[in-house]
Protein backbone atom coordinates (compact mmCIF):
# COMPACT_ATOMS: atom_id res chain seq x y z
CA UNK A 1 0.00 0.00 0.00
CA UNK A 2 1.29 3.37 -0.72
CA UNK A 3 -0.03 6.71 0.86
CA UNK A 4 -1.60 8.97 -1.71
CA UNK A 5 -3.20 12.53 -2.08
CA UNK A 6 -6.10 12.62 -3.86
CA UNK A 7 -8.96 14.79 -4.89
CA UNK A 8 -12.24 13.80 -6.00
CA UNK A 9 -13.95 16.80 -6.33
CA UNK A 10 -12.55 20.55 -7.57
CA UNK A 11 -12.30 23.52 -5.32
CA UNK A 12 -10.35 24.60 -2.77
CA UNK A 13 -6.94 23.18 -0.36
CA UNK A 14 -9.21 21.17 1.89
CA UNK A 15 -10.45 18.63 -1.29
CA UNK A 16 -6.73 17.09 -0.68
CA UNK A 17 -7.56 13.84 0.80
CA UNK A 18 -4.12 11.66 2.01
CA UNK A 19 -5.61 7.78 0.98
CA UNK A 20 -3.98 4.14 1.40
CA UNK A 21 -3.80 2.87 -2.66
CA UNK A 22 -2.71 -0.24 -3.78
CA UNK A 23 0.80 -0.38 -5.82
CA UNK A 24 0.74 -2.70 -9.05
CA UNK A 25 3.91 -4.03 -11.07
CA UNK A 26 5.16 -2.09 -14.24
CA UNK A 27 4.03 -3.24 -17.34
CA UNK A 28 5.89 -3.03 -20.45
CA UNK A 29 7.40 0.50 -20.98
CA UNK A 30 6.97 0.94 -17.22
CA UNK A 31 8.82 1.85 -14.15
CA UNK A 32 7.99 1.66 -10.15
CA UNK A 33 9.17 4.47 -7.81
CA UNK A 34 9.55 4.52 -4.66
CA UNK A 35 9.32 8.49 -3.37
CA UNK A 36 11.54 10.45 -1.56
CA UNK A 37 10.45 13.82 -2.13
CA UNK A 38 7.75 15.25 -4.50
CA UNK A 39 7.63 18.97 -5.90
CA UNK A 40 4.74 21.16 -5.65
CA UNK A 41 4.02 23.52 -8.92
CA UNK A 42 1.16 25.69 -9.53
CA UNK A 43 0.09 23.66 -12.34
CA UNK A 44 -1.25 21.08 -9.18
CA UNK A 45 -3.37 24.27 -8.15
CA UNK A 46 -4.85 24.46 -11.81
CA UNK A 47 -5.68 20.62 -11.53
CA UNK A 48 -7.18 21.07 -7.98
CA UNK A 49 -9.74 24.01 -8.94
CA UNK A 50 -10.47 22.23 -12.30
CA UNK A 51 -8.61 25.37 -14.82
CA UNK A 52 -7.41 22.39 -15.92
CA UNK A 53 -9.33 19.52 -16.39
CA UNK A 54 -8.28 16.01 -14.91
CA UNK A 55 -10.18 13.15 -14.85
CA UNK A 56 -11.44 12.80 -11.00
CA UNK A 57 -10.50 11.23 -8.87
CA UNK A 58 -6.69 11.75 -9.34
CA UNK A 59 -3.63 12.17 -7.62
CA UNK A 60 -2.12 14.82 -7.84
CA UNK A 61 1.65 16.38 -8.53
CA UNK A 62 3.81 15.99 -11.72
CA UNK A 63 7.69 16.22 -10.28
CA UNK A 64 9.56 13.87 -8.20
CA UNK A 65 12.50 12.27 -7.17
CA UNK A 66 12.92 8.92 -5.69
CA UNK A 67 14.45 5.31 -6.21
CA UNK A 68 13.90 2.79 -8.65
CA UNK A 69 12.35 -0.34 -7.22
CA UNK A 70 10.96 -2.42 -10.13
CA UNK A 71 11.53 -2.15 -14.02
CA UNK A 72 8.54 -3.45 -17.06
CA UNK A 73 9.74 -4.53 -19.78
CA UNK A 74 11.48 -2.21 -22.97
CA UNK A 75 12.89 -0.38 -20.25
CA UNK A 76 16.81 -0.06 -20.60
CA UNK A 77 17.69 3.03 -19.46
CA UNK A 78 16.67 2.65 -16.13
CA UNK A 79 17.42 -0.64 -13.66
CA UNK A 80 16.30 -1.41 -10.02
CA UNK A 81 18.22 1.00 -7.10
CA UNK A 82 19.02 3.64 -9.66
CA UNK A 83 18.85 7.49 -7.90
CA UNK A 84 16.12 9.19 -10.14
CA UNK A 85 13.85 12.38 -10.89
CA UNK A 86 11.14 13.34 -13.21
CA UNK A 87 8.44 15.81 -14.44
CA UNK A 88 6.04 13.67 -16.42
CA UNK A 89 1.82 13.32 -17.05
CA UNK A 90 -0.64 12.44 -16.21
CA UNK A 91 0.03 13.54 -12.73
CA UNK A 92 0.07 11.39 -9.67
CA UNK A 93 3.30 12.23 -7.69
CA UNK A 94 2.12 12.85 -4.41
CA UNK A 95 2.68 9.51 -3.38
CA UNK A 96 5.32 7.59 -1.79
CA UNK A 97 5.24 4.57 -4.47
CA UNK A 98 3.83 4.52 -8.16
CA UNK A 99 3.95 3.05 -11.49
CA UNK A 100 4.21 4.84 -14.59
CA UNK A 101 5.57 5.22 -18.07
CA UNK A 102 9.54 4.85 -18.22
CA UNK A 103 10.45 7.82 -20.67
CA UNK A 104 10.57 10.60 -18.82
CA UNK A 105 12.18 9.42 -15.59
CA UNK A 106 15.65 10.46 -15.66
CA UNK A 107 18.70 9.17 -13.54
CA UNK A 108 19.93 11.56 -10.91
CA UNK A 109 23.50 12.71 -10.74
CA UNK A 110 24.90 11.49 -7.59
CA UNK A 111 26.24 15.39 -6.84
CA UNK A 112 22.44 16.22 -7.08
CA UNK A 113 20.77 15.62 -3.67
CA UNK A 114 16.46 14.52 -3.68
CA UNK A 115 15.84 17.31 -2.74
CA UNK A 116 17.09 19.34 -5.33
CA UNK A 117 15.95 17.13 -7.76
CA UNK A 118 12.02 16.85 -6.67
CA UNK A 119 12.45 20.99 -7.03
CA UNK A 120 13.64 21.24 -10.43
CA UNK A 121 12.98 19.02 -12.63
CA UNK A 122 9.26 20.74 -13.82
CA UNK A 123 11.16 24.10 -12.80
CA UNK A 124 13.80 24.01 -14.92
CA UNK A 125 12.62 22.13 -17.78
CA UNK A 126 10.68 24.61 -18.17
CA UNK A 127 13.81 27.38 -17.96
CA UNK A 128 15.00 24.88 -20.68
CA UNK A 129 12.56 25.29 -22.83
CA UNK A 130 11.76 28.88 -22.70
CA UNK A 131 14.80 30.12 -23.41
CA UNK A 132 15.94 27.64 -25.85
CA UNK A 133 13.00 25.72 -27.83
CA UNK A 134 10.62 29.06 -27.78
CA UNK A 135 12.17 31.77 -29.66
CA UNK A 136 15.80 32.37 -30.58
CA UNK A 137 17.20 34.03 -27.98
CA UNK A 138 20.65 35.57 -28.39
CA UNK A 139 23.89 36.98 -25.80
CA UNK A 140 23.10 40.60 -25.28
CA UNK A 141 19.14 40.18 -25.89
CA UNK A 142 16.80 41.40 -23.35
CA UNK A 143 13.97 39.54 -21.16
CA UNK A 144 11.19 40.34 -19.50
CA UNK A 145 10.16 37.43 -16.88
CA UNK A 146 7.38 37.64 -14.37
CA UNK A 147 7.32 36.20 -11.00
CA UNK A 148 11.19 36.16 -10.98
CA UNK A 149 11.99 35.39 -7.21
CA UNK A 150 9.49 32.07 -7.49
CA UNK A 151 10.58 28.19 -8.17
CA UNK A 152 11.06 28.99 -12.18
CA UNK A 153 11.60 32.78 -11.72
CA UNK A 154 14.95 31.95 -9.76
CA UNK A 155 16.31 28.99 -11.97
CA UNK A 156 15.62 31.37 -15.02
CA UNK A 157 17.45 34.53 -13.32
CA UNK A 158 20.33 32.43 -13.29
CA UNK A 159 20.20 30.21 -16.18
CA UNK A 160 19.79 33.50 -18.36
CA UNK A 161 22.57 35.54 -16.27
CA UNK A 162 24.58 31.98 -17.59
CA UNK A 163 24.23 32.55 -20.83
CA UNK A 164 24.51 36.40 -21.16
CA UNK A 165 20.95 37.28 -21.14
CA UNK A 166 19.56 40.63 -19.25
CA UNK A 167 16.97 39.53 -17.53
CA UNK A 168 14.45 42.25 -15.88
CA UNK A 169 12.28 40.71 -13.51
CA UNK A 170 8.73 41.67 -11.57
CA UNK A 171 7.94 40.50 -8.14
CA UNK A 172 5.24 41.04 -5.61
CA UNK A 173 7.45 42.74 -2.99
CA UNK A 174 10.98 44.33 -2.36
CA UNK A 175 12.15 41.72 -0.53
CA UNK A 176 11.40 38.64 -3.72
CA UNK A 177 12.73 42.19 -6.21
CA UNK A 178 16.11 42.09 -4.05
CA UNK A 179 16.44 37.99 -3.99
CA UNK A 180 15.80 37.72 -7.86
CA UNK A 181 18.69 40.55 -8.16
CA UNK A 182 20.63 38.31 -6.09
CA UNK A 183 19.92 35.08 -8.25
CA UNK A 184 20.62 37.07 -11.35
CA UNK A 185 17.93 39.57 -12.72
CA UNK A 186 19.73 42.72 -14.16
CA UNK A 187 16.86 44.84 -12.34
CA UNK A 188 13.28 43.40 -11.00
CA UNK A 189 10.21 45.76 -10.81
CA UNK A 190 8.06 45.53 -7.63
CA UNK A 191 4.43 45.40 -9.48
CA UNK A 192 3.06 46.41 -6.26
CA UNK A 193 4.87 49.81 -5.94
CA UNK A 194 5.43 50.58 -9.62
CA UNK A 195 3.97 50.11 -12.96
CA UNK A 196 6.03 47.91 -14.72
CA UNK A 197 5.46 48.95 -18.13
CA UNK A 198 6.65 52.69 -17.19
CA UNK A 199 9.60 51.18 -15.38
CA UNK A 200 10.35 48.48 -18.09
CA UNK A 201 10.63 51.75 -20.55
CA UNK A 202 13.21 53.59 -18.23
CA UNK A 203 14.94 50.84 -17.84
CA UNK A 204 15.95 50.18 -21.37
CA UNK A 205 15.50 53.59 -22.56
CA UNK A 206 12.87 53.35 -24.10
CA UNK A 207 14.08 50.23 -26.50
CA UNK A 208 11.54 47.84 -24.69
CA UNK A 209 12.30 43.84 -24.78
CA UNK A 210 13.41 40.79 -27.08
CA UNK A 211 10.93 38.44 -25.17
CA UNK A 212 8.15 38.50 -22.21
CA UNK A 213 7.94 35.39 -20.15
CA UNK A 214 4.61 35.56 -18.40
CA UNK A 215 3.48 32.74 -15.81
CA UNK A 216 1.01 35.09 -14.33
CA UNK A 217 -1.75 35.84 -17.10
CA UNK A 218 -4.79 37.87 -16.90
CA UNK A 219 -3.25 40.26 -14.49
CA UNK A 220 -0.10 41.06 -17.02
CA UNK A 221 -1.33 40.25 -20.49
CA UNK A 222 -1.52 43.79 -21.95
CA UNK A 223 1.08 44.72 -20.15
CA UNK A 224 3.23 42.49 -20.81
CA UNK A 225 2.54 43.48 -24.56
CA UNK A 226 3.24 47.10 -24.07
CA UNK A 227 6.86 45.82 -22.62
CA UNK A 228 7.93 44.30 -26.20
CA UNK A 229 9.58 45.74 -28.89
CA UNK A 230 8.17 45.20 -32.29
CA UNK A 231 8.31 41.44 -33.63
CA UNK A 232 8.64 40.72 -29.86
CA UNK A 233 7.85 37.62 -28.43
CA UNK A 234 5.43 37.09 -25.49
CA UNK A 235 5.67 33.65 -23.99
CA UNK A 236 2.44 33.13 -22.09
CA UNK A 237 3.52 29.41 -19.66
CA UNK A 238 0.84 30.52 -16.84
CA UNK A 239 -2.53 31.89 -15.47
CA UNK A 240 -1.77 32.34 -11.85
CA UNK A 241 -4.11 35.18 -11.44
CA UNK A 242 -6.48 33.48 -13.84
CA UNK A 243 -6.41 32.70 -17.43
CA UNK A 244 -6.49 35.58 -20.70
CA UNK A 245 -10.19 35.83 -21.95
CA UNK A 246 -11.50 37.58 -25.21
CA UNK A 247 -8.28 38.29 -26.67
CA UNK A 248 -8.70 40.12 -30.19
CA UNK A 249 -5.66 38.82 -31.99
CA UNK A 250 -5.66 42.22 -34.09
CA UNK A 251 -4.06 43.79 -31.31
CA UNK A 252 -0.68 41.94 -31.76
CA UNK A 253 -0.64 43.98 -35.56
CA UNK A 254 -1.65 47.32 -33.93
CA UNK A 255 1.26 46.92 -30.89
CA UNK A 256 3.76 46.41 -33.26
CA UNK A 257 3.62 43.11 -35.38
CA UNK A 258 3.53 41.14 -32.22
CA UNK A 259 3.68 37.34 -31.78
CA UNK A 260 2.63 35.30 -29.14
CA UNK A 261 2.64 31.20 -27.98
CA UNK A 262 1.11 29.19 -25.34
CA UNK A 263 3.50 26.71 -24.93
CA UNK A 264 3.90 23.91 -22.39
CA UNK A 265 6.42 21.75 -20.80
CA UNK A 266 4.83 18.24 -22.02
CA UNK A 267 4.40 18.42 -26.03
CA UNK A 268 8.84 19.33 -25.70
CA UNK A 269 9.66 16.50 -22.92
CA UNK A 270 6.58 14.00 -24.49
CA UNK A 271 9.51 12.53 -26.72
CA UNK A 272 12.19 10.36 -24.75
CA UNK A 273 15.35 11.40 -26.28
CA UNK A 274 14.21 14.67 -26.21
CA UNK A 275 13.07 14.67 -22.93
CA UNK A 276 16.44 13.30 -21.64
CA UNK A 277 18.85 15.36 -23.69
CA UNK A 278 16.93 18.57 -21.45
CA UNK A 279 17.68 16.85 -18.40
CA UNK A 280 20.97 16.16 -19.15
CA UNK A 281 21.31 20.41 -20.14
CA UNK A 282 19.45 20.97 -16.52
CA UNK A 283 21.86 18.30 -14.68
CA UNK A 284 24.74 20.07 -16.43
CA UNK A 285 23.51 23.85 -15.38
CA UNK A 286 23.35 22.31 -11.84
CA UNK A 287 26.67 20.29 -11.54
CA UNK A 288 28.54 23.14 -13.04
CA UNK A 289 27.02 25.86 -10.25
CA UNK A 290 25.72 28.01 -12.64
CA UNK A 291 22.50 27.14 -11.35
CA UNK A 292 21.52 26.84 -8.04
CA UNK A 293 18.37 25.24 -6.13
CA UNK A 294 16.60 27.28 -3.73
CA UNK A 295 14.53 25.55 -1.84
CA UNK A 296 12.55 28.20 0.92
CA UNK A 297 9.89 25.56 1.91
CA UNK A 298 9.55 22.33 3.18
CA UNK A 299 6.31 20.28 4.20
CA UNK A 300 5.34 16.66 4.82
CA UNK A 301 2.86 14.94 2.73
CA UNK A 302 0.37 15.38 5.89
CA UNK A 303 0.42 19.16 5.39
CA UNK A 304 -0.62 19.53 1.81
CA UNK A 305 -3.50 21.63 2.18
CA UNK A 306 -1.59 23.99 3.65
CA UNK A 307 1.07 23.77 1.31
CA UNK A 308 -1.05 24.67 -1.25
CA UNK A 309 -2.89 27.57 0.47
CA UNK A 310 1.10 28.84 0.91
CA UNK A 311 2.06 28.53 -2.87
CA UNK A 312 -2.04 30.03 -3.79
CA UNK A 313 -1.19 33.04 -1.58
CA UNK A 314 2.25 33.98 -3.38
CA UNK A 315 3.66 33.60 0.15
CA UNK A 316 6.24 31.88 -0.66
CA UNK A 317 9.67 31.99 -2.75
CA UNK A 318 12.05 29.62 -4.52
CA UNK A 319 11.01 26.09 -4.91
CA UNK A 320 8.43 23.86 -2.44
CA UNK A 321 8.85 20.42 -1.69
CA UNK A 322 7.13 17.85 0.08
CA UNK A 323 9.14 14.86 2.22
CA UNK A 324 7.36 11.76 1.22
CA UNK A 325 9.78 9.27 3.18
Given at each position: ?????????????????????????????????????????????????????????????????????????????????????????????????????????????????????????????????????????????????????????????????????????????????????????????????????????????????????????????????????????????????????????????????????????????DDHKKC??????????????????????????????????????????????LKVT
Amino acid sequence: MSKAVIIHNYGGADELTIVDMDVSKPSFGEVKVQHKYCGLNYIDIYQRTGLYNVELPTVLGMEASGTVVAVGGGVSHLKPGDRVAYASQPPGAYCEERVMPAAQVCVLPEKISFQEGAAMMLKGLTVEYLIHRTTPIKKGDTVLFHAAAGGVGLIACQWARSEGINLIGTAGNDQKCALAVKYGAVHCINYNTHDFVEEVTKITNKQKVDVVMDSVGAATFDGSMDCLKPLGMLICFGNASGPVENFNVGVLGQKGSLKVTRPTLFTHIDDHKKCQSMAAHLFKKIESGEVKIRIDQEYSLAKISYAHKQLEQRKTTGSTILKVT
